[in-house]
Each structure stands twice: as C-alpha cells, then as structure tokens.
C-alpha cells in the first residue's frame, strides 16, 4: 500500500478569510491527500514548527491579504533552518502576477490565483511528487 501525500495548509498573518482554503482542503482530501489544516491567522514559526512535527511532503499557504511575500521571506529562512527545502512548497489566493517571480526565487513550486481549478492544484501536487 502506497503511503498519501501528506499536504500541510496553512492561514498566514491576519487573514481572516478562510473559505477557499477550505474548499481546497476538502478537494485535496477527495483526491486521496492526507491534509492537516492549521487555520486562521499563524505565524511563519507555526507553520514551520507544523511541517516538521507532522512530516508532510507539501506546505501550502492560502493568502487573501496581501503579506504573503513578507511571510514567504520569513518562512524560507525556517524551513532553511529546519531542514524543509526540499518540501512542495504551495502558495494561493490573492497573489499578483507581479510577485510571481519573486515567490519562486524563495522556493514556492506552485502558485495558485483566486479562480484556480482545484484539478489543476491537484494534477500539480501529483506530478511534483512522483
């Protein structure tokens, strides 16, 4: 038996918004993903300190507020100090173009606009993992 892909989702800073993580838990659940969903409002530390704990194979990151290259910035220097760089690293939501190239300089895989097709989120995690 295949062990799942164990995928870590995470709320970063003051975002309060949560529904399409939500909706992104559930879809990744359904396609077979052992998912653990943080929630609301954590800190770079949090996820970090999560991913390692738990031992997951994707950290992903769902942000409708703005701060995710800020977040990103601090985070990479723990999941450099943790040993994690080597995860999947996944970041969503309300990300402008604009930042793409600088998510993808600190490491982030994936980047996955408001409106993304849960399918193509998933297809994604699946051919980065094989």
């Known amino acids: 038996m295949e062990r799942r892909i164990r995928v870590l989702l995470a709320k970063p800073g003051l975002d309060g918004h949560d529904q399409g993580a939500k909706v992104v838990v559930r879809a990744l659940m359904d396609a077979g993903f052992e998912v653990i969903y943080t929630g609301l409002r954590q800190t770079p530390e949090a996820v970090a300190n999560a991913a390692l704990?738990?031992?997951?194979?994707?950290?992903?990151?769902?942000?409708?507020?703005?701060?995710?290259?800020?977040?990103?910035?601090?985070?990479?220097?723990?999941?450099?100090?943790h040993g994690l760089t080597d995860r999947l690293w996944l970041v969503g939501g309300n990300i402008p173009k604009q930042d793409h190239e600088a998510l993808r300089a600190l490491g982030v895989g994936g980047i996955f606009a408001t409106g993304s097709k849960l399918d193509d989120i998933v297809t994604f995690i699946k051919a980065n993992l094989s």
């Open 53 to 81: 704990e738990e031992g997951v194979d994707v950290i992903g990151l769902s942000s409708m507020a703005g701060s995710h290259l800020p977040f990103c910035r601090k985070l990479r220097v723990l999941l450099e100090q």
